[in-house]
């Protein structure tokens, strides 16, 4: 069963700082365990382009009461769809 894990990456970017100070981001993957999350974590272009690495995952499974509930689409054609609000 397919599970959605949340996957803190760090990296050092030279165009900031020289390098000097860790950067980071977050990445939603779809697998099925912890191993399966940190394999296809490793497998992004970004994640290899910047030469990432893990500082910490976490399997989320419900939040606020609410059960995630994972569902194949086929019609997105493997598609991401995320909201971002950059104004607070």
């Known amino acids: 069963m397919n599970k959605l894990f949340l996957i803190h990456l760090g990296y050092y970017d030279e165009a900031v700082c020289k390098g000097l100070y860790e950067c980071h981001t977050n990445v939603f993957i779809v697998a099925a365990d912890f191993e ?3 394999s296809k974590a490793k497998q ?3 994640y ?3 030469k990432m690495h ?3 995952m976490q399997l989320i ?3 606020n009461g ?3 509930d994972l569902k194949l689409n086929k019609y997105l054609n493997g598609e ?3 909201t971002i ?3 607070f």
């Open 36 to 38: 399966d999350a940190k």
């Open 44 to 46: 992004l272009d970004i």
């Open 48 to 50: 290899q382009a910047k």
């Open 54 to 56: 893990i500082d910490g």
């Open 61 to 63: 499974e419900a939040v």
């Open 66 to 68: 609410f059960l995630v």
């Open 80 to 82: 991401d769809r995320v």
């Open 85 to 87: 609000q950059h104004a």
